[in-house]
């Protein structure tokens, strides 16, 4: 019987635009939606109003708030786990990315290797899920690693 108080990343936010991409396929956001500055600040704010909604990372979940299971018309609802993460049948999952300043046409440089071997590594991986947010399967691993011909020197 309250009205729902909705809670949007700002537009300058790639969650922003996934979430407008992917759930409003494109379409506008509500007038009255309040922008939040980060997903921290999101999370925040849904946390405090029993009445709220809004969307953020995985890694920005506190105690407060729930993942709201969604789905597909006809393909039910899944949970936010780690299973249906990977298995693509929680629908509101993305990746994160590491943009590197890189000459395509030139193998990368020691240094920027590695940070990126690091980051894909066990312990990067063990430190990306302290923060919250789910690590990258083996192969996704050695698909980026390969990819960026870091593979033969991880190991």
Not at 116 to 144: C, F, M, W
């Amino acid at each position: 019987s309250k009205p729902i108080t909705m809670y949007s990343r700002n537009t300058l936010s790639g969650t922003y635009k996934f979430f407008q991409q992917h759930v409003l396929s494109g379409g506008a956001f509500k007038d009255d939606i309040k922008m939040q500055v980060g997903s921290e600040a999101v999370v925040n704010a849904v946390g405090g109003d029993k009445f709220a909604i809004g969307y953020s990372g995985i890694g920005y979940k506190t105690n407060d708030v729930r993942a709201v299971p969604v789905g597909s018309v006809g393909k039910g609802c899944y949970d936010a786990s780690f299973d249906n993460t990977y298995s693509r049948k929680y629908a509101l999952a993305r990746g994160l990315y590491i943009y590197l300043l890189k000459d395509p046409k030139k193998p990368m440089d020691a240094l920027s290797g590695e940070f990126v071997k690091y980051v894909l590594s066990r312990d990067g991986q063990t430190q990306a899920k302290k923060g919250g947010y789910y690590p990258i399967t083996r192969n996704i691993r050695e698909h980026e690693l390969t990819r960026l011909g870091l593979l033969a020197s991880a190991n």
